[in-house]
């Protein structure tokens, strides 16, 4: 793992960041809603996502540079995460880092006992980092529609 990947809260200086990340076509075509996500719809969700204290968001950096977020929604002591990587930093092994760093501060500081991964079945990549991660995969289900692969981490 790279000694200089570090997490911080996201804060409302990263939304248009956050924003531009989740509308690259590649996060775009694995994500359940593919449509391209609206400033203005972004922004209100992003608000009340940073005003939820059920929700966790970390900006990962490398070296003092943004290059990942993980999401952390949370639910009594259950979680779902969701992960992106910078476009310009894909292909660097850096998903496996984000997610495990991310898991583990979810883990020692909230009461969550255990993290839910749900991953398209075509996403072969997400897969393997989920998996390196140390995810289990569970039972298939669906989400919005589409089929999916569901995967488990447990403190």
């Known amino acids: 793992m790279s000694p200089s990947l570090q997490l911080r809260s996201a804060i409302q200086e990263d939304s248009r960041m956050l924003w531009e990340w989740a509308?690259?076509?590649?996060?775009?075509?694995?994500?359940?809603?593919?449509?391209?996500?609206?400033?203005?719809?972004?922004?209100?969700?992003?608000?009340?996502?940073?005003?939820?204290d059920q929700c966790h968001i970390f900006i990962a950096e490398n070296a003092g540079e943004p290059i990942g977020q993980?999401?952390?929604?949370?639910?009594?002591?259950?979680?779902?995460?969701?992960?992106?990587?910078?476009?310009?930093?894909?292909?660097?092994s850096l998903g496996t880092e984000l997610i495990m760093i991310g898991?583990?501060?979810?883990f020692?500081?909230?009461?969550?006992?255990?993290?839910?991964?749900?991953?398209?079945?075509?996403?072969?990549?997400?897969?393997?980092?989920?998996?390196?991660?140390?995810?289990?995969?569970s039972l298939k289900t669906e989400i919005d529609g589409y089929p999916a692969l569901h995967f488990i981490k447990a403190k």
């Not at 898991?103 to 979810?106: D, E, Q, S, T, Y």
């Not at 006992?113 to 079945?121: E, G, V, W």
């Open 23 to 52: 509308n690259d076509p590649i996060v775009r075509s694995a994500s359940f809603y593919q449509d391209p996500i609206a400033w203005e719809d972004h922004e209100n969700w992003f608000a009340a996502k940073l005003a939820d």
């Open 70 to 92: 993980v999401r952390f929604d949370m639910e009594d002591s259950k979680a779902t995460i969701s992960v992106s990587i910078d476009p310009a930093q894909r292909g660097k």
């Open 103 to 106: 898991c583990n501060r979810l």
């Open 108 to 137: 020692s500081t909230t009461n969550t006992m255990l993290i839910d991964a749900y991953i398209k079945p075509d996403n072969a990549a997400s897969i393997v980092v989920f998996k390196k991660a140390g995810f289990e995969e």
